[in-house]
């Protein structure tokens, strides 16, 4: 089994920083992609970002490409996202999940973790 813990969220001001983690363990864990999603009241979850977890290739949403950035650590299993220039439109709860391969799409994640709520205040 795969357990995946999100951790950093939390409450900044427009055009502030964060830094999301996103720490996996369990024997199984071997993954082709890992990717971020999130989720506001009363909407879909949406895509954020995802990378190859061996070559690294990325993929962001046009809607955070140039200011959030996804990235990983593979000797630590820890998968990152950091968020510049945040905006209230970027207020969502934030979840890591684990595929098995390169997609966008959350029905393509097979493990997802608990999720880690980000507020930005205008």
């Known amino acids: 089994q795969v357990q995946l813990v999100e951790s950093g969220g939390g409450l900044v001001q427009t055009g502030g920083s964060l830094r999301l983690s996103c720490a996996a363990s369990?024997?199984?864990?071997?993954?082709?992609?890992m990717g971020w999603f999130r989720q506001a009241p009363g909407k879909e979850r949406e895509f954020v970002a995802t990378i190859s977890w061996i070559g690294g290739g990325t993929q962001h949403a046009e809607s955070v490409r140039g200011r959030f950035t996804i990235s990983r650590d593979n000797a630590k299993n820890t998968l990152y996202l950091q968020m510049n220039n945040l905006k209230p439109d970027d207020t969502a709860v934030y979840y890591c999940?684990?595929?098995?391969?390169?997609?966008?799409?959350?029905?393509?994640?097979?493990?997802w973790g608990q999720g880690t709520q980000v507020t930005v205040s205008s």
């Open positions: 369990g024997r199984t864990f071997s993954p082709y992609s």
């Open positions: 999940a684990a595929s098995s391969q390169f997609s966008t799409a959350a029905h393509d994640y097979n493990y």
